[in-house]
């Protein structure tokens, strides 16, 4: 069974960062992309970034710019480096993990709450 776990997130001011991190593991699983979705208050939960182990990205346009998504392929952990956060940004992060990309059937992550705010 595969299990995802996030960890990061919390209150951070307009302009500032945060780094959420996630890390896929268990046993007989193939996992070969890792992203995060992101739902605001009375939202649809969205991609936003995602990662295949080649190393190809997808970024929202919402986010490109700004966010950098980075996957550590031996430890199935991918880092995403949030930076110039707005209050828009405010939502609940999902770390997802899929054996492909586009993502279908995604494991899911426990989600960390991300707000800005001043």
């Known amino acids: 069974q595969v299990q995802v776990m996030e960890s990061g997130g919390g209150l951070v001011q307009p302009g500032g960062s945060l780094r959420l991190s996630c890390t896929a593991s268990g046993s007989n699983f193939s996992i070969n992309a890792m992203g995060w979705y992101r739902q605001a208050s009375g939202s649809t939960n969205d991609l936003i970034v995602a990662?295949?182990?080649?190393?190809?990205?997808n970024y929202a346009d919402t986010v490109k710019d700004r966010f950098t998504i980075s996957m550590d392929n031996a430890k199935n952990t991918a880092y995403l480096q949030m930076n110039n956060l707005r209050p828009e940004d405010t939502a609940v992060y999902y770390c997802?993990?899929?054996?492909?990309?586009?993502?279908?059937?995604?494991?899911w992550g426990q989600g960390t709450q991300v707000t800005v705010s001043s």
């Open positions: 997802a993990a899929s054996l492909t990309l586009p993502m279908r059937s995604p494991i």
């Open positions: 990662i295949t182990k080649d190393g190809t990205t």
